[in-house]
């Protein structure tokens, strides 16, 4: 799972949410025979550490582009609140298996798989129109040597 941006994002922020899972292939012996299992991830459902959740869902989403940070997609998440959130995605997986080679089986019903927590920090920001310039002003609000503002 990954968090863009993250591991910091901002109150009232779209915050990007999404999955990395892939097809899950193993080869096993079992009582002497050869058995192949395959794994296929089918949905997500994501817990977004702050009570809420989305899912489950066929969608894993995917990485944006950093310009791209704070615009809403079909996995994201707005915090309505700061704090430090532990978030986790479960992905469902359907599978099949054969054995000694021979035709896939379906394996009935679905394997859940939580992903470890991944911390996120949702803090506050605060705007402010400023009509001085730091070169022309440099103890205007928020220049660096000012007393006033962020630094």
Known sequence: MTVQPGPHTLKGM????FAAASKQMFDVVILGQNVHLEATPVEYTYNYGDGTSFGPTM???GSISEDEWGTKTRTSHVYKQTGDFRLTVTTGFRGTY????????PITGNGQFASPAQLVSVWRSETRQ??????????GWACPGSNTGAK
């Open 59 to 61: 969608f894993a989403g």
């Open 130 to 139: 400023v009509a001085d310039d730091c070169i022309e002003n440099p103890m």
């Open 98 to 105: 054969s054995v000694n080679g021979g035709p896939p089986l």
């Open 14 to 17: 779209e915050t990007n949410v």
